[in-house]
């Protein structure tokens, strides 16, 4: 008997062409559709009804008639679709994808540093990435996308100071491109800081005329050298902009490739390596094994059992008002 492994966990091989033709047949069944994030598998992007960004993923689970949605991404994504659709059924393929963005800033943390600001006196608006708990969001006063973040930061009156949260690499973007001061969370995303400098520059040598494409959450050493820096959504207008043939180092989650290659496949796509913190050796590494817990089986399972569900929570109430003032206005 044949086995994937998928992080620790194994599952029993079924070809991927009778679970799409299943998975098809229960989203009838079971009046569901299915967004998929560019980050998870290219077969799951296939199956989908909805592929994109946050920011797209958000305003397509309030869109959608179905009564069930079944978001393959992590787990803030699904929060987030209920928060904004409590009325729909909000089901995720593997409710362990999470984020490492996510998980470096914690509610009570958060709060602690915004009662600190304001004991001293301080006049601050919390300013949150998509990639948070419900919990954090509920505590903050806007939430971007990596697709409008600098439009809401120049919403802010000057007056007021920002604390940005968690992701340091995107707040230190932010900052060059508004020129606003602030105060930055120490979190990163554990695909993007990974990126190997010295790697990237040696496949652009060895690629003549390649062009770098790079993610705002990547750290600034690689955003630095990189020829367009832009969200998900971003990268594949700026692809299908270009007429001539061209290779690209893509500097983000390796999934992302697929939809490059479907909306432009005139060009070449070159993942760019990472490097393991554990002992510096560079590897294939770019891809976030939270993303990677999304497969076709537990796709076709959580449309088949009705679960994992993301049921409501009360602090989702607060966070409902900063989701639809921050993304759907």
Not at 3 to 24: N, T
Not at 125 to 153: F, H, M
Not at 168 to 174: A, E, I, M, P, S
Request: net charge negative.
């Amino acid at each position: 008997m044949e086995f994937a492994v998928v992080g620790q966990e194994q599952e029993v091989y079924e070809d991927p062409l009778d679970l799409m033709d299943e998975i098809e047949q229960l989203k009838i069944e079971k009046d569901a559709k299915i967004l998929a994030h560019f980050y998870v598998d290219g077969d799951i992007q296939d199956i989908a009804d909805y592929t994109g960004d946050s920011l797209k993923l958000a305003r397509d689970a309030v869109s959608i008639e179905s009564s069930t949605i079944v978001f393959s991404g992590v787990h803030f994504m699904g929060e987030s679709a209920k928060i904004l659709s409590p009325e729909k059924t909000v089901l995720m393929p593997d409710l362990q994808a999470g984020c490492s963005l996510a998980e470096s800033c914690q509610a009570p943390d958060l709060k602690a540093m915004q009662d600190k600001l304001r004991a001293e006196g301080r006049q601050i608006q919390t300013v949150a990435y998509i990639n948070t708990s419900a919990a954090v969001k509920s505590l903050c006063d806007w939430i971007v996308t990596s697709g409008n973040a600098r439009e809401i930061v120049e919403r802010i009156p000057a007056d007021q100071e920002i604390l940005f949260v968690p992701d340091q690499h995107l707040g230190r973007y932010l900052m060059e491109v508004t020129g606003r001061e602030m105060i930055l969370w120490p979190g990163s995303c554990m695909v993007h800081e990974i990126f190997s400098l010295q790697d990237m520059l040696r496949a652009k040598k060895n690629n003549p005329g390649s062009v770098i494409i790079a993610h705002p959450e990547c750290p600034q050493n690689i955003l630095e050298v990189s020829d367009f820096i832009g969200g998900t959504e971003k990268m594949r207008q700026y692809v299908a902009s270009v007429e001539e043939p061209t290779k690209f180092l893509v500097a983000t989650e390796s999934a992302m490739i697929h939809p490059l290659e479907k909306i432009a496949p005139r060009h070449e796509y070159i993942p760019v390596p990472g490097i393991m913190e554990s002992t510096g050796e560079t590897c294939a590494c770019n891809r976030c094994p939270h993303m990677a817990r999304n497969t076709l089986q537990k796709v076709r399972d959580c449309l088949k059992h009705g679960k994992p569900e993301i049921v409501w929570q009360d602090y989702f109430n607060q966070a409902k008002e900063v989701l639809e003032r921050s993304l759907l206005k």
